[in-house]
């Protein structure tokens, strides 16, 4: 099993919703992130968890509220979010610690703020 | 530090010609590269990836990329386009530092008819 799986695929939230993204990985990998990805732009990194603590953030706004239950399970919880937090949210999983894995990418969560 | 440049925002070819997609980049450390395809809505998927074994890497779908270290170049080939392989490209580098990984700014790749 190599797959990383995300849900849901598609929300649609207000600017006053609490709602949350969720990942999973079955393949062991103790390194998990997410990223936000816009329309023709690469995937910018907001998250790192390492064996389950977060060791990255690149300065996410407190609205954006990462969360790793278990090795296996990260979720992203959203809160008041802004019309310009609309995009692709990509979650990855690295199985090796250091430089030489790669990311396994889920499909990404598409998220509408209105 | 590392960091990606991909040296063509667009590309386009014939169905049944070659393709290349240029990528250079800048690391302290010896890196770990890898070339990533994004389909419309879709995750990235891993096309290839160089981790300091055999410089002339193989990936899927007939891709293929060679590690060039005095030119500090990871450039993607294909001998011969397929419609399917219209998408958005991603070259990225790691180093040893820590777990982020740097991404290219993308190349798109159309393949006309």
Known sequence: ?114 | AQSVTQLDSHVSVSEGTPVLLRCNYSSSYSPSLFWYVQHPNKGLQLLLKYTSAATLVKGINGFEAEFKKSETSFHLTKPSAHMSDAAEYFCVVSDRVDYKLSFGAGTTVTVRA
């Open chain 1, 1 to 114: 099993d190599t797959e990383v799986t995300q849900t849901p695929k598609h929300l649609v939230m207000g600017m006053t919703n609490k709602k949350s993204l969720k990942c999973e990985q079955h393949m062991g990998h103790r390194a998990m992130y997410w990223y936000k990805q816009k329309a023709k732009k690469p995937p910018e990194l907001m998250f790192v968890y390492s064996y389950e603590k977060l060791s990255i953030n690149e300065s996410v706004p407190s609205r954006f509220s990462p969360e790793c239950p278990n090795s296996s399970l990260l979720n992203l919880h959203l809160h008041a979010l802004q019309p310009e937090d609309s995009a692709l949210y990509l979650c990855a999983s690295r199985g090796a610690v250091g430089a030489r894995g790669e990311l396994f990418f889920g499909e990404g969560s598409r998220l509408t703020v209105l």
